[in-house]
Protein backbone atom coordinates (compact mmCIF):
# COMPACT_ATOMS: atom_id res chain seq x y z
CA UNK A 1 0.00 0.00 0.00
CA UNK A 2 1.02 3.60 -0.72
CA UNK A 3 2.47 5.58 2.61
CA UNK A 4 1.25 9.15 2.68
CA UNK A 5 3.32 10.77 0.71
CA UNK A 6 3.60 8.36 -1.85
CA UNK A 7 -0.05 8.69 -2.46
CA UNK A 8 -0.13 12.40 -2.45
CA UNK A 9 2.80 12.62 -4.89
CA UNK A 10 0.82 10.16 -6.73
CA UNK A 11 -2.53 12.75 -6.23
CA UNK A 12 -0.73 15.87 -7.61
CA UNK A 13 1.15 14.32 -10.50
CA UNK A 14 -2.47 13.33 -11.70
CA UNK A 15 -3.39 17.20 -12.01
CA UNK A 16 -3.57 18.77 -15.48
CA UNK A 17 -0.83 21.62 -14.24
CA UNK A 18 1.88 19.51 -13.73
CA UNK A 19 1.85 17.65 -17.07
CA UNK A 20 1.63 21.46 -18.19
CA UNK A 21 4.40 22.76 -16.46
CA UNK A 22 6.43 20.20 -16.97
CA UNK A 23 6.21 20.19 -20.56
CA UNK A 24 6.82 23.88 -20.33
CA UNK A 25 9.63 23.65 -18.83
CA UNK A 26 11.13 20.91 -21.00
CA UNK A 27 9.80 23.42 -23.94
CA UNK A 28 12.10 26.51 -22.70
CA UNK A 29 15.19 24.09 -21.55
CA UNK A 30 14.85 23.01 -25.58
CA UNK A 31 14.98 26.35 -27.13
CA UNK A 32 17.84 27.33 -25.01
CA UNK A 33 19.78 24.46 -25.36
CA UNK A 34 20.88 25.74 -28.75
CA UNK A 35 22.71 28.10 -26.84
CA UNK A 36 25.29 25.44 -25.13
CA UNK A 37 25.03 23.34 -28.49
CA UNK A 38 26.37 25.82 -30.96
CA UNK A 39 29.91 25.59 -29.91
CA UNK A 40 30.00 22.39 -31.41
CA UNK A 41 28.79 23.39 -34.92
CA UNK A 42 31.09 23.72 -37.57
CA UNK A 43 31.68 27.15 -39.06
CA UNK A 44 30.33 26.52 -42.62
CA UNK A 45 27.32 24.05 -41.77
CA UNK A 46 24.91 27.05 -41.50
CA UNK A 47 25.51 28.25 -44.81
CA UNK A 48 25.00 24.50 -46.47
CA UNK A 49 21.88 24.15 -44.52
CA UNK A 50 19.81 27.39 -44.81
CA UNK A 51 18.62 27.50 -41.53
CA UNK A 52 17.65 30.90 -41.74
CA UNK A 53 14.26 29.31 -42.39
CA UNK A 54 13.81 28.42 -38.83
CA UNK A 55 11.96 32.04 -38.11
CA UNK A 56 9.32 31.10 -40.54
CA UNK A 57 8.67 27.60 -38.66
CA UNK A 58 8.52 28.63 -35.44
CA UNK A 59 6.07 31.64 -36.27
CA UNK A 60 4.12 28.85 -37.60
CA UNK A 61 4.22 27.30 -34.52
CA UNK A 62 3.51 29.66 -32.25
CA UNK A 63 0.80 30.52 -34.08
CA UNK A 64 -0.87 27.19 -35.01
CA UNK A 65 -0.13 25.86 -31.62
CA UNK A 66 -2.10 28.53 -29.60
CA UNK A 67 -5.25 27.62 -31.59
CA UNK A 68 -4.54 24.02 -31.28
CA UNK A 69 -3.98 24.26 -27.40
CA UNK A 70 -7.35 26.63 -27.29
CA UNK A 71 -9.73 24.08 -29.08
CA UNK A 72 -8.11 20.89 -27.18
CA UNK A 73 -9.10 22.37 -23.81
CA UNK A 74 -12.59 23.67 -25.50
CA UNK A 75 -12.92 19.86 -26.23
CA UNK A 76 -11.89 18.17 -23.32
CA UNK A 77 -14.19 20.73 -21.44
CA UNK A 78 -16.47 19.72 -23.50
CA UNK A 79 -16.46 16.17 -23.11
CA UNK A 80 -16.02 16.42 -19.29
CA UNK A 81 -19.84 18.38 -19.39
CA UNK A 82 -21.25 15.43 -21.58
CA UNK A 83 -19.97 12.83 -18.45
CA UNK A 84 -21.03 14.79 -16.05
CA UNK A 85 -24.36 14.86 -17.44
CA UNK A 86 -25.17 11.35 -19.16
CA UNK A 87 -22.89 9.68 -16.83
CA UNK A 88 -22.04 10.52 -13.47
CA UNK A 89 -20.07 13.39 -11.94
CA UNK A 90 -18.13 10.95 -9.88
CA UNK A 91 -16.74 9.71 -12.71
CA UNK A 92 -15.67 13.00 -14.61
CA UNK A 93 -12.41 13.06 -12.38
CA UNK A 94 -11.26 10.05 -13.94
CA UNK A 95 -11.17 11.69 -17.22
CA UNK A 96 -9.64 14.77 -16.01
CA UNK A 97 -7.00 12.93 -14.34
CA UNK A 98 -6.68 10.79 -17.89
CA UNK A 99 -2.68 10.47 -18.57
CA UNK A 100 -3.19 10.80 -22.14
CA UNK A 101 -5.49 13.62 -22.67
CA UNK A 102 -2.80 15.59 -20.18
CA UNK A 103 0.41 15.06 -22.07
CA UNK A 104 -1.28 15.91 -25.70
CA UNK A 105 -2.15 19.11 -23.53
CA UNK A 106 0.92 19.40 -22.66
CA UNK A 107 2.98 18.91 -25.63
CA UNK A 108 1.01 21.89 -27.35
CA UNK A 109 1.42 23.98 -24.63
CA UNK A 110 5.04 22.72 -24.63
CA UNK A 111 5.51 23.47 -28.35
CA UNK A 112 3.88 27.09 -27.95
CA UNK A 113 6.53 27.57 -25.77
CA UNK A 114 9.31 26.58 -27.52
CA UNK A 115 8.41 28.56 -30.35
CA UNK A 116 8.06 31.81 -28.38
CA UNK A 117 10.84 31.17 -26.78
CA UNK A 118 12.98 30.49 -29.85
CA UNK A 119 11.38 33.75 -31.60
CA UNK A 120 12.36 35.43 -28.49
CA UNK A 121 16.08 34.43 -28.85
CA UNK A 122 16.62 34.95 -32.11
CA UNK A 123 16.02 38.48 -32.09
CA UNK A 124 18.50 38.79 -29.51
CA UNK A 125 20.55 37.56 -31.64
CA UNK A 126 22.20 35.20 -29.07
CA UNK A 127 21.93 32.10 -30.87
CA UNK A 128 24.20 33.56 -34.36
CA UNK A 129 24.35 31.25 -37.62
CA UNK A 130 25.66 28.33 -35.99
CA UNK A 131 22.87 27.83 -32.92
CA UNK A 132 20.34 28.73 -35.54
CA UNK A 133 21.55 25.43 -37.27
CA UNK A 134 20.99 23.58 -33.62
CA UNK A 135 17.62 25.55 -33.25
CA UNK A 136 16.06 24.40 -36.96
CA UNK A 137 17.06 20.78 -36.09
CA UNK A 138 15.22 20.79 -32.79
CA UNK A 139 12.22 22.40 -34.67
CA UNK A 140 12.35 19.49 -37.12
CA UNK A 141 12.29 16.86 -34.60
CA UNK A 142 9.19 19.19 -32.58
CA UNK A 143 7.42 18.87 -35.41
CA UNK A 144 7.62 15.36 -35.92
CA UNK A 145 6.38 14.91 -32.09
CA UNK A 146 3.38 17.52 -32.70
CA UNK A 147 2.17 15.74 -35.70
CA UNK A 148 2.55 12.16 -33.85
CA UNK A 149 0.66 13.45 -30.96
CA UNK A 150 -2.29 15.04 -33.41
CA UNK A 151 -2.60 11.63 -35.13
CA UNK A 152 -3.43 10.40 -31.75
CA UNK A 153 -5.48 12.87 -30.26
CA UNK A 154 -7.76 12.34 -33.47
CA UNK A 155 -8.19 8.80 -32.68
CA UNK A 156 -8.48 9.62 -28.64
CA UNK A 157 -11.04 12.59 -28.59
CA UNK A 158 -13.66 10.77 -31.16
CA UNK A 159 -14.49 8.54 -27.76
CA UNK A 160 -13.56 11.34 -24.76
CA UNK A 161 -16.86 11.29 -22.73
CA UNK A 162 -18.72 8.67 -24.21
CA UNK A 163 -20.49 6.83 -21.88
CA UNK A 164 -19.25 3.51 -22.60
CA UNK A 165 -15.82 5.29 -22.73
CA UNK A 166 -16.00 6.77 -19.06
CA UNK A 167 -17.95 3.66 -17.95
CA UNK A 168 -14.55 1.15 -18.81
CA UNK A 169 -12.59 4.01 -16.96
CA UNK A 170 -14.40 3.21 -14.14
CA UNK A 171 -14.40 -0.04 -14.51
CA UNK A 172 -10.03 0.15 -14.42
CA UNK A 173 -10.03 2.13 -11.37
CA UNK A 174 -12.20 -0.12 -9.43
CA UNK A 175 -10.47 -2.90 -10.80
CA UNK A 176 -7.24 -0.87 -9.44
CA UNK A 177 -8.75 -0.84 -6.48
CA UNK A 178 -9.32 -4.53 -6.28
CA UNK A 179 -5.66 -5.55 -7.12
CA UNK A 180 -4.57 -3.46 -4.05
CA UNK A 181 -6.27 -4.88 -1.83
CA UNK A 182 -5.06 -7.82 -3.29
CA UNK A 183 -1.69 -7.55 -2.43
CA UNK A 184 -2.66 -5.55 1.06
CA UNK A 185 -6.23 -6.90 2.09
CA UNK A 186 -5.42 -5.34 5.18
CA UNK A 187 -4.25 -2.54 3.94
CA UNK A 188 -0.91 -3.92 4.62
CA UNK A 189 -1.72 -4.41 8.45
CA UNK A 190 -3.60 -7.75 10.14
CA UNK A 191 -6.88 -8.48 8.55
CA UNK A 192 -9.94 -8.57 11.98
CA UNK A 193 -12.37 -11.29 11.52
CA UNK A 194 -14.78 -8.53 12.14
CA UNK A 195 -15.43 -4.37 11.40
CA UNK A 196 -16.09 -4.13 15.77
CA UNK A 197 -13.59 -6.86 16.91
CA UNK A 198 -11.96 -4.05 19.20
CA UNK A 199 -10.55 -4.55 22.43
CA UNK A 200 -12.83 -3.05 24.99
CA UNK A 201 -9.47 -1.41 26.59
CA UNK A 202 -8.58 -0.17 23.43
CA UNK A 203 -8.86 4.37 23.45
CA UNK A 204 -11.09 5.59 20.84
CA UNK A 205 -9.21 8.20 18.82
CA UNK A 206 -12.15 10.02 16.88
CA UNK A 207 -11.47 12.57 13.35
CA UNK A 208 -10.88 16.22 14.14
CA UNK A 209 -13.24 17.16 10.76
CA UNK A 210 -15.79 16.18 8.65
CA UNK A 211 -15.67 14.31 5.61
CA UNK A 212 -14.70 11.14 3.87
CA UNK A 213 -11.63 9.43 4.29
CA UNK A 214 -9.50 9.00 1.03
CA UNK A 215 -6.44 6.97 2.66
CA UNK A 216 -4.99 5.04 5.42
CA UNK A 217 -1.25 5.32 5.92
CA UNK A 218 -0.83 1.82 7.68
CA UNK A 219 3.29 2.10 7.47
CA UNK A 220 2.90 5.52 9.74
CA UNK A 221 0.45 3.75 12.09
CA UNK A 222 2.61 0.91 12.46
CA UNK A 223 5.79 2.91 13.29
CA UNK A 224 3.68 4.77 15.81
CA UNK A 225 2.61 1.50 17.26
CA UNK A 226 6.59 0.36 17.29
CA UNK A 227 8.24 3.65 19.01
CA UNK A 228 5.07 3.28 21.59
CA UNK A 229 4.91 -0.24 21.76
CA UNK A 230 0.98 -0.35 20.92
CA UNK A 231 -1.78 -1.99 19.32
CA UNK A 232 -3.73 -0.26 16.77
CA UNK A 233 -6.54 -0.81 15.58
CA UNK A 234 -8.16 0.51 12.50
CA UNK A 235 -11.82 1.49 12.30
CA UNK A 236 -12.81 3.64 9.55
CA UNK A 237 -12.16 2.46 6.23
CA UNK A 238 -11.09 4.30 2.88
CA UNK A 239 -14.51 5.77 2.03
CA UNK A 240 -16.16 6.13 5.75
CA UNK A 241 -17.97 9.60 6.61
CA UNK A 242 -16.21 11.14 9.38
CA UNK A 243 -17.16 13.41 12.13
CA UNK A 244 -15.67 14.57 15.31
CA UNK A 245 -17.87 12.32 17.23
CA UNK A 246 -16.63 9.33 14.65
CA UNK A 247 -13.69 7.06 15.98
CA UNK A 248 -10.92 6.92 13.16
CA UNK A 249 -9.43 4.05 15.57
CA UNK A 250 -8.76 2.88 18.77
CA UNK A 251 -4.86 2.54 20.39
CA UNK A 252 -4.01 -0.28 22.83
CA UNK A 253 -1.54 0.47 25.25
CA UNK A 254 -2.07 4.09 26.41
CA UNK A 255 -2.42 7.03 23.72
CA UNK A 256 -0.74 10.65 24.72
CA UNK A 257 -1.99 13.61 22.61
CA UNK A 258 0.92 13.59 20.50
CA UNK A 259 0.12 9.62 19.58
CA UNK A 260 -3.31 10.94 18.93
CA UNK A 261 -1.83 13.93 16.64
CA UNK A 262 0.50 11.43 14.79
CA UNK A 263 -2.50 8.35 14.71
CA UNK A 264 -5.00 11.00 12.87
CA UNK A 265 -2.46 12.67 10.25
CA UNK A 266 -2.25 8.80 9.33
CA UNK A 267 -5.83 9.21 8.04
CA UNK A 268 -6.16 11.79 4.94
CA UNK A 269 -9.64 13.10 4.80
CA UNK A 270 -11.33 15.01 2.43
CA UNK A 271 -14.59 16.42 1.06
CA UNK A 272 -15.18 13.34 -1.82
CA UNK A 273 -14.20 10.05 -1.76
CA UNK A 274 -11.36 8.56 -3.66
CA UNK A 275 -10.77 5.27 -5.98
CA UNK A 276 -7.51 4.04 -4.94
CA UNK A 277 -8.28 2.39 -1.63
CA UNK A 278 -12.00 2.41 -1.86
CA UNK A 279 -13.36 -0.71 -3.73
CA UNK A 280 -16.80 0.15 -2.53
CA UNK A 281 -16.40 3.80 -4.18
CA UNK A 282 -16.01 2.22 -7.71
CA UNK A 283 -19.00 -0.32 -7.40
CA UNK A 284 -21.24 3.10 -6.34
CA UNK A 285 -19.83 4.58 -9.53
CA UNK A 286 -21.32 2.04 -11.46
CA UNK A 287 -24.48 1.46 -9.97
CA UNK A 288 -24.68 5.62 -10.33
CA UNK A 289 -23.90 5.31 -14.34
CA UNK A 290 -26.32 2.36 -14.28
CA UNK A 291 -29.20 4.36 -12.94
CA UNK A 292 -28.51 7.34 -14.78
CA UNK A 293 -29.10 5.39 -18.13
CA UNK A 294 -32.55 4.18 -16.15
CA UNK A 295 -33.69 7.35 -16.11
CA UNK A 296 -36.70 8.69 -18.06
CA UNK A 297 -34.42 11.57 -19.35
CA UNK A 298 -32.06 8.54 -20.81
CA UNK A 299 -34.00 5.50 -21.30
CA UNK A 300 -31.12 3.55 -22.09
CA UNK A 301 -31.41 0.14 -20.41
CA UNK A 302 -28.31 -1.39 -22.66
CA UNK A 303 -26.06 0.91 -20.60
CA UNK A 304 -27.67 -0.77 -17.50
CA UNK A 305 -27.01 -4.42 -18.62
CA UNK A 306 -23.59 -3.73 -19.47
CA UNK A 307 -22.48 -2.22 -15.98
CA UNK A 308 -24.27 -5.47 -14.80
CA UNK A 309 -21.51 -7.28 -16.79
CA UNK A 310 -18.92 -5.04 -15.76
CA UNK A 311 -19.79 -4.93 -12.44
CA UNK A 312 -20.11 -9.00 -12.21
CA UNK A 313 -16.91 -9.38 -13.47
CA UNK A 314 -15.13 -7.35 -10.30
CA UNK A 315 -16.98 -8.97 -7.87
CA UNK A 316 -16.38 -12.43 -9.18
CA UNK A 317 -12.73 -11.22 -8.66
CA UNK A 318 -13.63 -10.31 -5.17
CA UNK A 319 -13.00 -13.90 -3.38
CA UNK A 320 -10.24 -14.49 -5.01
CA UNK A 321 -8.22 -10.97 -4.35
CA UNK A 322 -8.43 -11.93 -0.52
CA UNK A 323 -7.29 -15.61 -0.96
CA UNK A 324 -4.01 -14.77 -2.80
CA UNK A 325 -3.03 -11.97 -0.38
CA UNK A 326 0.58 -11.32 0.71
CA UNK A 327 1.77 -11.81 3.95
CA UNK A 328 1.52 -8.79 6.83
CA UNK A 329 3.92 -6.07 6.96
CA UNK A 330 2.29 -4.38 9.51
CA UNK A 331 1.46 -6.51 12.20
CA UNK A 332 0.70 -4.26 15.25
CA UNK A 333 -2.06 -2.41 12.55
CA UNK A 334 -5.20 -4.20 12.91
CA UNK A 335 -7.82 -3.49 9.72
CA UNK A 336 -11.45 -4.80 9.49
CA UNK A 337 -12.45 -6.26 6.36
CA UNK A 338 -14.60 -4.82 3.67
CA UNK A 339 -17.64 -6.50 3.84
CA UNK A 340 -19.40 -8.62 0.28
CA UNK A 341 -22.63 -7.81 1.92
CA UNK A 342 -21.60 -4.03 1.85
CA UNK A 343 -20.33 -3.96 -1.96
CA UNK A 344 -23.20 -6.63 -3.40
CA UNK A 345 -25.82 -3.14 -1.77
CA UNK A 346 -23.70 -0.18 -3.14
CA UNK A 347 -24.00 -1.97 -6.92
CA UNK A 348 -26.90 -4.27 -7.10
CA UNK A 349 -29.80 -2.26 -4.55
CA UNK A 350 -29.95 1.13 -7.08
CA UNK A 351 -29.83 -1.20 -9.87
CA UNK A 352 -32.39 -3.46 -8.64
CA UNK A 353 -34.23 -0.34 -7.25
CA UNK A 354 -34.63 1.65 -10.96
CA UNK A 355 -34.67 -1.23 -13.41
CA UNK A 356 -37.73 -2.81 -11.59
CA UNK A 357 -39.81 -1.51 -14.32
CA UNK A 358 -37.76 -2.67 -17.38
CA UNK A 359 -37.89 -6.64 -17.65
CA UNK A 360 -34.88 -6.49 -19.40
CA UNK A 361 -33.16 -5.12 -16.95
CA UNK A 362 -34.58 -7.25 -13.99
CA UNK A 363 -33.72 -10.92 -15.79
CA UNK A 364 -30.08 -9.60 -16.19
CA UNK A 365 -30.17 -8.40 -12.28
CA UNK A 366 -31.23 -12.25 -11.47
CA UNK A 367 -28.69 -13.60 -14.49
CA UNK A 368 -26.29 -11.83 -12.45
CA UNK A 369 -26.68 -12.97 -9.02
CA UNK A 370 -26.57 -16.40 -10.40
CA UNK A 371 -23.54 -16.03 -12.10
CA UNK A 372 -21.98 -14.49 -9.11
CA UNK A 373 -23.52 -17.84 -6.67
CA UNK A 374 -22.30 -20.26 -9.19
CA UNK A 375 -18.23 -18.70 -8.92
CA UNK A 376 -18.20 -19.00 -5.53
CA UNK A 377 -20.05 -20.69 -2.33
CA UNK A 378 -19.81 -17.66 -0.43
CA UNK A 379 -21.33 -15.36 -2.51
CA UNK A 380 -24.68 -18.05 -2.24
CA UNK A 381 -26.39 -16.14 0.76
CA UNK A 382 -26.07 -13.12 -0.04
CA UNK A 383 -26.65 -13.06 -3.68
CA UNK A 384 -29.93 -15.20 -2.84
CA UNK A 385 -31.26 -12.00 -0.51
CA UNK A 386 -30.51 -9.93 -3.23
CA UNK A 387 -32.37 -12.06 -5.88
CA UNK A 388 -35.20 -12.21 -3.86
CA UNK A 389 -35.34 -8.58 -3.08
CA UNK A 390 -35.08 -7.63 -6.66
CA UNK A 391 -38.21 -10.09 -7.22
CA UNK A 392 -39.97 -8.66 -4.96
CA UNK A 393 -39.20 -5.00 -6.36
CA UNK A 394 -39.87 -6.56 -9.96
CA UNK A 395 -43.05 -8.38 -9.41
CA UNK A 396 -44.43 -5.04 -8.06
CA UNK A 397 -43.57 -2.53 -10.82
CA UNK A 398 -44.27 -4.84 -13.69
CA UNK A 399 -47.89 -4.77 -14.64
CA UNK A 400 -47.44 -7.56 -17.29
CA UNK A 401 -48.20 -11.67 -16.00
CA UNK A 402 -45.47 -12.67 -18.88
CA UNK A 403 -42.60 -9.94 -17.74
CA UNK A 404 -43.09 -10.87 -13.99
CA UNK A 405 -42.67 -14.73 -15.11
CA UNK A 406 -39.53 -14.13 -16.88
CA UNK A 407 -38.33 -12.42 -13.72
CA UNK A 408 -39.31 -15.25 -11.68
CA UNK A 409 -37.97 -18.21 -13.77
CA UNK A 410 -34.78 -16.26 -13.91
CA UNK A 411 -34.96 -15.55 -9.88
CA UNK A 412 -35.29 -19.64 -9.55
CA UNK A 413 -31.97 -20.61 -10.75
CA UNK A 414 -30.70 -19.02 -7.75
CA UNK A 415 -32.48 -20.80 -5.70
CA UNK A 416 -31.50 -24.11 -7.13
CA UNK A 417 -27.73 -23.06 -7.22
CA UNK A 418 -28.10 -22.32 -3.40
CA UNK A 419 -29.47 -25.55 -2.84
CA UNK A 420 -26.93 -27.43 -4.63
CA UNK A 421 -23.78 -25.50 -2.96
CA UNK A 422 -25.44 -26.01 0.64
Not at 27 to 45: E, H, R, S
Request: some cysteine; hydrophobic content about 45%; aromatic content about 8%.
Amino acid sequence: MFSRQHWWLRQQLRKVWVHAAAFSVLGILTALIALWVKQYIPKDLPTSIGADAVDDLLRILATSMLSVTIFSLSTMVSAYASATSNVTPRATNLLIEDATAQNVLATFVGSFLFSLVGIIVLQTGLYGATGRVVLYVVTLGVIVLIVVTLLRWIDYVLHLGRVRTTTERVENATREAIRHRREAPGLGGELMAERDAVPSDAEPIDADSFGYVQHVDAESLQELAEQHDLQVFVQALPGSLVDPSAALGAIQGGASDEVRRRFRKAFTIGDARSFDQDPRFGMCVLSEIASRALSPALNDPGTAIDVLSRGTRLLASWFEARDNADTVRFPRVRVPPVDVCDLFDDFFVPIARDGAAMVEVAVHVQKALVGLARVDARFATVASHHSRSALARAEHALSAPDDRARVQRAAGKIEAVSQREA
